[in-house]
């Protein structure tokens, strides 16, 4: 099922599958924000926003605004 990371559910794991490089700030590139790495929803704030991700072994907070633009494939279920 393909979707983006700000689709997914608390413990769901995703692959990334593709994004506009252009819509994705650098450093979250250089933390391995990368089509074909795993990405895993953390947490979620409060108010939704920022989300907290689990991308290859790297913990970071990325903006909804960010997390709609990186298509991800689910490949494991929230349990």
């Known amino acids: 099922m393909t979707t983006t990371i700000?689709?997914?559910?608390k413990g769901e794991k995703?692959?990334?599958?593709?994004?506009d490089v252009e819509a994705i700030?650098?450093?979250?590139?250089e933390m391995g924000c990368l089509p074909g790495n795993i990405v895993?929803?953390?947490?979620?704030?409060?108010?939704?926003?920022?989300l907290y991700l689990n991308i290859n072994g790297a913990?970071?907070?990325?903006r909804l605004e960010t997390a709609v633009e990186i298509e991800v494939e689910?490949?494991?279920n929230h349990e």
């Open 59 to 62: 913990h970071v907070a990325i």
């Open 6 to 9: 700000s689709n997914l559910k």
């Open 74 to 76: 689910i490949i494991q």
């Open 25 to 29: 700030p650098l450093k979250l590139l």
């Open 14 to 19: 995703a692959l990334i599958k593709e994004f």
């Open 40 to 50: 895993e929803l953390i947490q979620i704030a409060p108010f939704g926003d920022p």
